[in-house]
Each structure stands twice: as structure tokens, then as C-alpha cells.
């Protein structure tokens, strides 16, 4: 899959990480709640 992004996508837009999770977090509205996502984020960058 890394070699498909590498040839069809600018090297800024490539993804540098995939972090599976079981659910994502979401607004009453439906929209994803992307501040919960980097609350998480941090969280575990400060805990490691």
C-alpha cells in the first residue's frame, strides 16, 4: 500500500500514521469530534 502512495501522491500529503481504534468519538450532530481524537493522542504520547 506504501508503494501505491508513493507513486500517486505528493510526499506531503502521504500518511504518516494509522492508529486503529474501536470507536470514534461523535458530536449528537454526527460529525466526528476530531478534538477528542487529539486529546487521545496526546494522552498517550505523554504516557509513553
Not at 500518511?15 to 454526527?30: L, N, T
Amino acid at each position: 500500500m506504501s508503494d501505491f502512495v508513493a507513486a500517486h501522491v505528493a510526499p506531503y500529503k502521504k500518511v504518516r500514521a494509522v492508529e486503529i481504534v474501536d470507536e470514534i468519538p461523535k458530536a449528537p450532530s454526527g460529525k466526528i469530534l476530531r478534538r477528542v481524537l487529539v486529546e487521545r493522542e496526546r494522552a498517550a504520547a505523554i504516557a509513553s
